[in-house]
């Protein structure tokens, strides 16, 4: 009788550990989808030179884009620079497609027309707005100061 009871309290003490271990030394199934599904801190990235096209018509704008697996993007990204006392701007809009977002970084190359004056080689300042929806929607902004260089 007593070499049960003693099976029997030895077995419910074996349990209670493996669950104990289980359920602190594991992370949780939950935080764990959370954390894969969830886009990175920093989803667009503005590179430092921006090309310029047919002599300062217009510029290409390139920015990398990380977002989760088909997952949504959509966004604009602006470019403004001083020209003689005025200032050339443009924009474009990052596609709305879900195979943009693969989980790795994507480099997307965005035209931009100038707008009231022609660009030049220089500093000019660029913003980028992206809006990523996979069960819910994230806005990220960012921006920086670029080089226009020339596209040789």
Request: glycine share 10%; proline share 5%; net charge positive.
């Amino acid at each position: 009788m007593r070499s049960a009871r003693l099976r029997g309290v030895l077995a419910t003490t074996a349990v209670a550990i493996v669950g104990a271990v289980l359920a602190f030394g594991l992370p949780g199934g939950a935080a764990v989808a959370v954390q894969s599904e969830s886009p990175p801190v920093n989803p667009l990235v503005i590179r430092k030179n921006v090309e310029l096209e047919a002599r300062g018509a217009g510029v290409t704008v390139k920015v990398e884009l990380t977002c989760p697996f088909w997952s949504y993007p959509s966004g604009r990204v602006n470019i403004s620079q001083r020209v003689n006392g005025g200032v050339a701007h443009g924009y474009a809009d990052i596609p709305s497609d879900r195979g943009l977002c693969t989980g790795s970084p994507v480099v997307l190359r965005l035209g931009m027309n100038a707008q009231d004056k022609a660009f030049k080689v220089g500093k000019a300042f660029v913003t980028a707005t992206v809006q990523i929806c996979y069960y819910d929607c994230v806005t990220s902004q960012t921006q920086r100061e670029v080089n226009i260089v020339n596209n040789n």
